[in-house]
């Protein structure tokens, strides 16, 4: 686990296409973040580097990483005590972006499975709010929020008090605004995670204590 108590406030799918389309593309000046590696902002805001995704480490914010022994990162999850947003990226095409489809996809999952799910507008766009069944037969409130970068798509998805009220878990919001998304260059199937990893010393820290 990492946790910074003082910081700036602040599916498998179909190749994707290298070549150009003539279609627009997705690679414009988002304004805020997330942000892609290729037009991050210099700033003084500390990310902890897990391989496709660079998480900011905020005030009061803990972020957990589960990971396997070779250091393959699992999940990537922040939380503040009484919310919580699990991150993960995704392969996606250069010219179009996937959460339109990905957004009807949830809903029709959720409610296949007995859920309750509505699609609002929030910070980041077209969110889906939901109730979902867990094993133990209650329900869990979950927020999704999708943002479409170029060649890749990344997925936020909130617990607790800030599945419910927006306003819940700011930090965990601005969180998402600062994460950055490093893509690489190589080619991947649509929807295919982004390769996540532990950061270079917590590797090395584990190997010494072996």
Do not use: C, Y
Not at 3 to 14: D, V
Not at 41 to 56: I, N, Y
Not at 98 to 123: F, K, M, P, T
Not at 139 to 158: C, E, M, S, Y
């Amino acid at each position: 686990m990492f946790r910074r108590r003082r910081g700036r406030h602040a599916a498998a799918g179909r190749e994707e296409d290298l070549e150009a389309t003539g279609a627009e593309s997705l690679e414009g000046d988002f304004g805020v973040g997330p942000w892609d590696a290729e037009a991050a902002p210099e700033d003084d805001v500390q990310r902890v580097d897990l391989g496709a995704l660079r998480v900011p480490t905020l005030a009061d914010v803990e972020l957990r990483v589960e990971a396997d022994q070779n250091g393959q990162v699992a999940s990537v999850v922040l939380t503040d005590g009484t919310s919580a947003v699990e991150l993960a990226a995704f392969a996606a095409p250069r010219t179009e972006g996937i959460w339109d489809e990905v957004r009807e996809e949830l809903q029709a999952n959720i409610r296949g499975d007995g859920g309750v799910v509505e699609q609002e507008v929030g910070e980041f766009g077209p969110e889906l709010r939901a109730n979902v069944k867990v094993p133990d037969g209650s329900k869990q409130a979950l927020r999704f929020v999708g943002i479409d970068g170029p060649r890749w798509f990344l997925r936020a998805t909130f617990t607790g008090a800030a599945a419910g009220d927006v306003n819940a878990g700011p930090q965990l919001s601005e969180s998402v605004r600062q994460t950055v998304v490093v893509r690489g260059s190589d080619p991947m199937p649509v929807r295919d995670p982004l390769p996540l990893r532990l950061p270079r010393e917590v590797v090395e820290q584990a190997a010494d204590q072996d």
